[in-house]
């Protein structure tokens, strides 16, 4: 289960720790690749920037009952990636460093009775507004590992990990993924996927690297999980 209440700080670490890496950025590791293809470091930047502003206007409408102005569409975000790309080092860390404020302005104004307000993802599935925090540090920590600067995921926090893990567990069993148990040898925990089939066993985030597609499966034999993250399914967290 996800500890709901050491979700607002844990999304300021990784906020903070990310945004510390794009400051230190040269403006031709910015222009270099990122591990995700096609995009430069500089697309990293701005996507986690972008999606920011969505969780922002996610977290608005539930704290007001209001729709905070229009909400940007897939093509309109797609359109702010590629220009957005093209800045330098100083205005892409000013850019982001001012979406993350929001952001946390927003999760601090929160009344604790309207984190249970449902609100709805882009792809249109629902969920409540606490699970907002998950979905951006989920955003910062992986995407920090994308920007290939030494964020590996052996640098993730144990409690993202966990809940990860547990999330990714419940909504693979869901789709009747052909692994029965995901062991994080140094967590200490398991998760049940499917009465039968093989144990992934190993550390926790090499685990989760290997589900979100950030690196190989501890044993060669397993089948290759789909495409990550996939919608949480009721009652997780």
Do not use: C, I, N
């Amino acid at each position: 289960m996800e500890d709901r209440t050491a979700l607002p700080d844990a999304v300021r670490a990784s906020a903070a720790r990310f945004a510390a890496s794009v400051s230190a950025l040269t403006e031709a590791e910015a222009r270099g690749p990122s591990a995700l293809p096609g995009w430069s470091r500089a697309h990293v930047v701005t996507h986690v920037a972008r999606s920011a502003d969505v969780y922002t206007w996610l977290l608005a409408l539930a704290r007001t009952g209001v729709e905070p102005g229009p909400r940007a569409d897939g093509a309109t975000l797609e359109r702010l990636l590629h220009e957005g790309a093209r800045r330098d080092v100083p205005a892409l860390a000013a850019d982001l460093r001012a979406s993350l404020d929001r952001l946390l302005d927003e999760v601090s104004a929160m009344p604790a009775e309207r984190w249970s307000v449902l609100v709805s993802a882009l792809a249109g599935w629902k969920h409540p507004a606490w699970y907002t925090l998950h979905r951006a540090r989920r955003e910062l920590e992986v995407h920090h590992t994308d920007l290939a600067l030494g964020h590996t995921p052996a640098a993730w926090p144990a409690g993202f990990v966990a809940a990860a893990l547990a999330e990714t567990a419940a909504a693979l069993a869901e789709r009747g993924f052909p692994v029965g148990r995901f062991e994080a040898v140094d967590l200490g925990r398991s998760w049940t996927v499917a009465p039968t089939g093989p144990t992934a066993a190993g550390p926790g985030h090499a685990l989760l690297a290997w589900l979100a597609g950030r690196g190989p499966a501890a044993d060669a034999g397993l089948p290759a999980p789909p495409r990550w993250p996939q919608p949480p399914v009721p009652g997780w967290g």
